[in-house]
């Protein structure tokens, strides 16, 4: 049974489309992230959520928009797509922001290719 | 600015021989640090977490060592196995603002028989 789950796990799309990653967790947990890999595999934080309230928001696009619509899931829209969004967009989850050492569990990963 | 930074070259080591890796950081006081493992095409996967006020800490064959003076954590597999091989991570914490983590780029691991 997976703990963090994200469709799809392989998504291709030319520039300008719009597209969304799902994300879910069955953990029990009250925090979820998104994050990037890129080709270097640099791991960098996007968002995160709390309870469906967001309490990270990095230097991101406009175009990228999360939506939490309760604390099992985490969705990543991304609007007019471009060639540098390409990358490994990773979900997470942790129990909590206040046990003072953030666990991630992680999910598989979605790889985006943008054409 | 804040930097993380990992041994940037592939380690190659012979099993059951003693793997080293290395994180240090700079303009960063962590209350935490953690070590993730990474096997290709799938999400990091925690390993180890040590918090500022501990020296070192264990885990079966892992070992991870934090010295706040230095800025620099070292992670040891010990007997090691192909199987470890991978990628690790470390990746460091502070407490409030989220409990922001920030990851460094990633040690690649490869050990041979």
């Known amino acids: 049974d997976t703990a963090v789950s994200q469709t799809p796990k392989y998504l291709v799309t030319q520039m300008g489309n719009d597209k969304s990653i799902k994300c879910e967790q069955n953990?029990?947990?009250?925090?979820m992230y998104w994050y990037k890999q890129d080709s270097k595999k640099f791991l960098k934080i996007m968002f995160s959520?709390?309870?469906?309230?967001?309490?990270i928001n990095e230097t991101v696009p406009n175009r990228f928009s999360p939506k939490s619509p309760d604390k099992a899931h985490l969705n990543l829209h991304i609007n007019s797509l471009e060639l540098g969004d390409s990358a490994v967009y990773f979900c997470?989850?942790?129990?909590?922001?206040?046990?003072?050492?953030?666990?991630?569990?992680f999910g598989a990963g979605s790889r985006l290719t943008v054409l | 600015s804040q930097k993380i930074e990992q041994n940037s070259e592939a380690l190659n080591i012979q099993e059951g021989k003693t793997a080293t890796l290395t994180c240090n950081y700079t303009?960063?006081?962590?209350?935490?640090l953690q070590w993730y493992r990474q096997d290709p095409g799938r999400g990091p996967v925690f390993l180890l977490l040590?918090?500022?006020?501990?020296k070192e800490k264990r885990k079966e064959r892992l070992k991870v060592t934090f010295d706040t003076t230095l800025k620099q954590s070292l992670f040891h597999i010990t007997a090691s196995q192909p199987a470890d091989s991978a990628t690790y991570l470390c990746?460091?914490?502070?407490?409030?603002?989220?409990?922001?983590?920030?990851f460094g780029t990633g040690t690649q691991l490869k050990v041979e028989l």
């Open positions: 997470a989850s942790s129990q909590g922001v206040g046990t003072g050492a953030n666990v991630l569990t």
């Open positions: 953990l029990g947990h009250d925090t």
């Open positions: 959520y709390n309870n469906k309230e967001l309490i």
């Open positions: 303009n960063y006081s962590p209350a935490y």
């Open positions: 040590i918090r500022e006020n501990e």
């Open positions: 990746a460091l914490g502070h407490t409030g603002g989220g409990n922001k983590l920030t």
